[in-house]
């Protein structure tokens, strides 16, 4: 079976090559999927832009690194505690109905913590109960918003379709800290969560204007059988060596990569001297790397490429990370941010794109949201990351983290080789497991 996959590579992949460069284009056309980018892009907007203030503001408080990793680590944990049941549950609800919900709630928290704020009241556990209550909205993202990506354009161009998409998160990555910079040096942290308000009312307006999508047939074949998605998901994955690959890389960025994320603000403050505005902009070099991969992505990948982009995007992840924390001077560290975010696209985009192209289409929204679930291990590095900033410095913890993340890729190669060496993926486990 493994060698069918593997000579997979034919006509037919050409053909799909073809139709995505003429798609490309095309998807703007489509209102829905306008609508979807834009919903995400708020929603990313606003992430970073409480990711940064809300790490500045705890670091200023308690002058931990511990602390600001662990606000960090509360924002991604539903994933790992909840993200395989939301997935099920995603698999049973309207599309439109779900974003709704989602959005309300993340709303809701939002405004909570601009009251408390603005009142004088703001404490950092506070912030760690909206990062959990807001990190459960982000892991239904997965589930349905990217998975309603897909059902919009098809998936002869959901590769396309999520490099657009991550393209927009870049942005985001890039306007959320820039603002919540401004927004802390002139209006303080209540500024922030305000601005962030207004944000979620104009995703609320998009919502709102989307269609409603009928649920397909297949996802009422379990209603009553809640667990039973969740374990049919694991059950694939189980029986295909391409996903164990897949989610095997998954786990090591999350453990050993994306955890780096919290403690960029605190090198730039401790060991480059910058003020909050001076942190935003740097912070937001990683963005720009991440917006430029975007445009790349869209516009010169190939699906015989996804899984040697992948693999080699974590690898590049790793060594930026090195290097960012030994930066001597601010330009040299907004350099080595830029190729980071090209890393993180890199991985990002083709994480979900591998997951929904090689997913057989009646299991893909439960997939999706296991994939969610070893995104959730990301908490493990988390803590593992404040401990040792903690123990040691923040550059030795990132160093550290970054050099065990390799020496673990190293380690596991032969897991994950098959999906490195993968010429085409289109469809071609559509009968996994049989």
């Known amino acids: 079976m493994l060698i069918n996959r593997l000579n997979e590579f034919d006509a037919k992949s050409v053909r799909h090559s073809q139709k995505m ?10 209102p829905d999927f306008r609508r979807l980018i834009f919903i995400g892009f708020i929603s990313s907007c606003v992430r970073w832009l409480e990711t940064l203030a809300i790490g500045l503001f705890a670091y200023k408080v308690t002058e931990s690194a511990f602390v ?42 939002t405004v909570a913590l601009a009251v408390l704020s603005s009142i004088g009241l703001l404490q950092v556990w506070h912030l760690g109960v909206a990062s959990f209550i807001n990190g459960i909205c982000w892991t239904a993202d997965n589930p349905v918003r ?38 802390l040096s002139y209006f303080h942290i209540e500024g922030v969560f305000w601005f962030g308000v207004l944000l979620y009312g104009m995703s609320g307006w998009a919502v709102l204007q989307m269609s409603k999508r009928k649920i397909p047939q297949h996802q009422h074949q379990h209603r009553g059988l809640f667990l039973e998605p969740v374990r049919e998901g694991f059950l694939l994955i189980q029986k295909d060596p391409m996903l ?26 401790d060991y480059l001297r910058l003020m ?28 015989h490429w996804y899984g040697r ?14 290097c960012y924390a ?82 673990v890729l190293i380690l596991t190669r032969r897991y994950w080789l098959l999906v490195f060496r993968l010429p085409d993926v289109n469809k071609c486990s559509t009968n996994s497991g049989t």
């Open 21 to 30: 460069l003429i798609g490309q284009n095309s998807l703007l056309t489509i």
């Open 68 to 109: 600001v990793a662990m606000l960090s680590m509360l924002r991604l944990l539903p994933m790992g505690l909840f993200g395989v049941f939301i997935g099920a549950a995603a698999d049973r609800f309207e599309g439109r109905s779900a974003l709704i919900s989602i959005l309300l709630v993340s709303l809701s928290t």
């Open 146 to 183: 990217r998975v309603m990506l897909g059902d919009v354009v098809g998936i002869d161009r959901v590769g396309t379709a999520n490099s657009f998409d991550a393209g927009a998160n870049n942005l985001s990555r890039i306007l959320g800290p820039l603002f919540a910079g401004a927004l």
């Open 244 to 269: 164990i690959g897949i989610f095997l890389i998954t786990v090591i960025f999350n453990i050993f990569g994306w955890p780096f994320t919290s403690l960029i603000p605190v090198v730039a403050t």
């Open 276 to 303: 909050p505005k001076e942190v935003g902009l740097l912070a937001s070099f990683e963005g720009v790397g991440g917006l430029a991969g975007a445009f790349l992505f869209a516009k010169y990948a190939r699906p």
């Open 309 to 322: 982009i992948y693999v080699t995007a974590v690898v590049i992840y790793f060594v930026t990370m090195i």
């Open 326 to 407: 030994n930066s001597p001077w601010t330009p040299i560290a907004a350099l080595f941010l830029f190729i980071n975010g090209l890393g993180a696209l890199g991985f990002a985009v083709m994480q979900t794109t591998l997951v929904y192209r090689v997913s057989p289409k009646e299991l893909r929204v439960r997939l999706l949201g296991v994939l969610t679930t070893f995104i959730g291990t990301g908490p493990i590095g988390f803590l593992y990351l404040g401990f040792l900033a903690d123990q040691f410095s923040p550059r030795v913890a990132i160093v550290a983290l970054a050099v065990q993340g390799l020496i």
